[in-house]
């Protein structure tokens, strides 16, 4: 892995960055922009995803500091998941949407998580 300079850099930032701009365009229309708490319960979820991995990788700490952060973000991805279930049960998304991210809210965990893994066995 090359070093990488800027957190811009991280492909999981950038695809915490692509879910949150989804998330976002989702909380305007429908019912979902009527549901000022649930709305912002999903936004946060979905910010945390990307802002816990630039938050860690900013504080330049050690590594199981920066680590700390990125369960932060990968925990966000899961619970944005999860509320996914709720939006779907009561029909504020259409089911196109649900699918979509609940792929992207995946792949940003599974990014994290990569990360993650990386950097606890280049200690070893």
Do not use: H
């Not at 319960?41 to 910010?47: I, M, N």
């Not at 700490?61 to 680590?67: G, H």
């Not at 999860?82 to 949407?97: N, T």
């Amino acid at each position: 892995m090359s070093k990488v300079t800027r957190f811009e850099e991280l492909r999981r930032w950038q695809a915490a960055r692509t879910l949150v701009k989804d998330v976002c365009l989702a909380c305007e229309a429908g019912e979902l922009a009527k549901d000022f708490e649930t709305r912002a319960q999903f936004k946060k979820a979905a910010l945390g995803s990307m802002n816990n991995i630039a938050d860690g990788f900013g504080r330049y700490s050690t590594k199981d500091f920066f680590i700390r952060f990125l369960d932060f973000g990968q925990s966000s991805a899961i619970e944005l998941q999860s509320m996914l279930y709720v939006l779907e049960d009561v029909g504020y998304l259409a089911p196109e949407q649900i699918v979509s991210l609940r792929l992207k809210a995946d792949e940003t965990k599974n990014l994290t998580l990569g990360l993650i893994n990386y950097l606890r066995k280049s200690d070893k």
